[in-house]
C-alpha cells in the first residue's frame, strides 16, 4: 500500500472512530496538503463543510482539490494568509479572507460572521457539520501560544452548536512539541497518522 492509500485509511479510522468534537490529526509535515486532500475527500463526500487554510493560499489548496475531483461547491475555505502572501483569485467564490496570519485568535468571529453572508454564495455555518484547519503548526511564526489556544478554543464552541460537528485539526506533533502540548490538554482524540513515518524500530 503506498502512502496515500495508507494516509486514507488512517484518517478514515480516525473520523470513525471519533464523529463529533475535537479531533487531532497528528501528520508528518511533509504530507500535511495530502493529508488535508484526504480528510476533505472523506468529509466533504456527504457533508457541508468549512477548511481553514493556514498552510498556502486558497488558490493552491482549491487547485488540488479540484485536481482530485473533490467537490467544492459546498465548501468554505476561510484563506489565513492570501492577503499576506498573495493577491485573491477572484474566481474562488467560496473564499472568505482575513487580513492575514496575525492575531489568529479573532478567526472563530470570522467563521462566525460567514452565517450572515448568504448571498455572495457562501454556506451558512449552521448548515457546516465540520471545520478543518490544514497546519496548525504555521500559526506559530506569527502568533504566540494563547493566542492560538484562543483560536482552538473559539472554533470549539462553534463545533458544540449543532450536532454532528466535527473539528479537525492538523498538527506535526514530533516538529510541535509545545502546541501538541497544549491541544492534547484540550482533546484527549488524538490520532498518529503512521504513513510516511519510519517504523518504531528504525527510530533513534
Same mark, same amino acid.
Request: glycine share 4%; with cysteine.
Given at each position: 500500500?503506498?502512502?496515500?492509500?495508507?494516509?486514507?485509511? $488512517?484518517? #478514515?479510522?480516525? !473520523?470513525?472512530?471519533?464523529?463529533? =468534537? %475535537? @479531533? &487531532?490529526?497528528?501528520?508528518?509535515?511533509?504530507?500535511? +496538503?495530502?493529508?488535508?486532500? $484526504?480528510? #476533505?475527500?472523506? !468529509?466533504?463526500?456527504?457533508?457541508? =463543510? %468549512? @477548511? &481553514?487554510?493556514?498552510?498556502?493560499?486558497?488558490?493552491? +489548496?482549491?487547485?488540488?482539490?479540484?485536481?482530485?475531483?473533490?467537490?467544492?461547491?459546498?465548501?468554505?475555505?476561510?484563506?489565513?494568509?492570501?492577503?499576506?502572501?498573495?493577491?485573491?483569485?477572484?474566481?474562488?467564490?467560496?473564499?472568505?479572507?482575513?487580513?492575514?496570519?496575525?492575531?489568529?485568535?479573532?478567526?472563530?468571529?470570522?467563521?462566525?460572521?460567514?452565517?450572515?453572508?448568504?448571498?455572495?454564495?457562501?454556506?451558512?455555518?449552521?448548515?457546516?457539520?465540520?471545520?478543518?484547519?490544514?497546519?496548525?503548526?504555521?500559526?506559530?511564526?506569527?502568533?504566540?501560544?494563547?493566542?492560538?489556544?484562543?483560536?482552538?478554543?473559539?472554533?470549539?464552541?462553534?463545533?458544540?452548536?449543532?450536532?454532528?460537528?466535527?473539528?479537525?485539526?492538523?498538527?506535526?506533533?514530533?516538529?510541535?512539541?509545545?502546541?501538541?502540548?497544549?491541544?492534547?490538554?484540550?482533546?484527549?482524540?488524538?490520532?498518529?497518522?503512521?504513513?510516511?513515518?519510519?517504523?518504531?524500530?528504525?527510530?533513534?
Amino acid at each position: 500500500m503506498d502512502v496515500t492509500s495508507t494516509l486514507r485509511e $488512517e484518517i #478514515a479510522q480516525a !473520523l470513525k472512530l471519533w464523529p463529533t =468534537g %475535537i @479531533i &487531532i490529526l497528528d501528520v508528518k509535515g511533509v504530507l500535511m +496538503l495530502r493529508a488535508t486532500i $484526504e480528510t #476533505a475527500r472523506l !468529509l466533504a463526500a456527504n457533508e457541508r =463543510g %468549512i @477548511i &481553514i487554510t493556514i498552510d498556502r493560499p486558497h488558490q493552491y +489548496l482549491m487547485q488540488a482539490l479540484k485536481a482530485q475531483e473533490i467537490p467544492t461547491s459546498h465548501l468554505v475555505v476561510l484563506d489565513v494568509i492570501a492577503r499576506y502572501s498573495a493577491d485573491i483569485n477572484e474566481e474562488c467564490r467560496v473564499c472568505s479572507v482575513m487580513d492575514g496570519p496575525f492575531n489568529i485568535d479573532r478567526a472563530p468571529e470570522a467563521v462566525r460572521a460567514m452565517s450572515i453572508v448568504e448571498n455572495s454564495g457562501t454556506i451558512d455555518i449552521a448548515s457546516c457539520s465540520f471545520i478543518l484547519v490544514d497546519n496548525m503548526g504555521a500559526l506559530l511564526p506569527y502568533n504566540n501560544l494563547p493566542k492560538v489556544e484562543s483560536f482552538v478554543k473559539g472554533l470549539a464552541v462553534l463545533t458544540k452548536s449543532g450536532q454532528q460537528r466535527r473539528l479537525v485539526l492538523m498538527v506535526d506533533g514530533e516538529r510541535q512539541l509545545l502546541l501538541m502540548e497544549m491541544l492534547r490538554s484540550i482533546t484527549a482524540q488524538r490520532a498518529t497518522m503512521n504513513a510516511g513515518r519510519p517504523p518504531a524500530s528504525e527510530k533513534r
